[in-house]
């Protein structure tokens, strides 16, 4: 019974983590339209949105800490993976999306 619910946890924890690093790279590319843009019409979504940012990426964190302490109930030698996997993909999220929103534009004929 113990093993179904850590591995009903897991699946949880590793869903929501997905979720805030969608949510990472959505912000990224809207901060990234916004600057192509030069929106003059949303001034206080572009000063908030680096603060949302922020947020979802220490949750993001701290999500895969969570992960982490679930994952080494089961094996001591995965310590940390999700952690540093959060580093790297969210810090590299901003510019990555950034890029993606490029690309997408200059496909699509938009830039």
């Known amino acids: 019974m113990a093993d179904i619910n850590l591995d009903e946890t897991k699946i949880l924890l590793r869903q929501v983590w997905a979720f805030m690093l969608m949510g990472l790279y959505g912000i990224g590319a809207f ?3 916004a600057v192509i843009l030069q929106a003059e019409v949303l001034p206080a979504a572009e000063s908030i949105l680096p603060d949302v940012a922020k947020v979802i990426f220490f949750g993001l964190l701290f999500v895969s800490f969570l992960i982490d302490i679930v994952e080494m109930r089961e094996d ?9 996997l959060s580093l790297i993909a969210g810090g590299l999220s901003a510019p ?3 890029l993606q929103y490029r690309v997408i534009t200059w496909i699509s004929g938009g830039g």
């Open 31 to 33: 901060q990234e339209r």
């Open 76 to 84: 001591k030698d995965k310590a940390y993976q999700f952690l540093f």
């Open 96 to 98: 990555v999306s950034a």
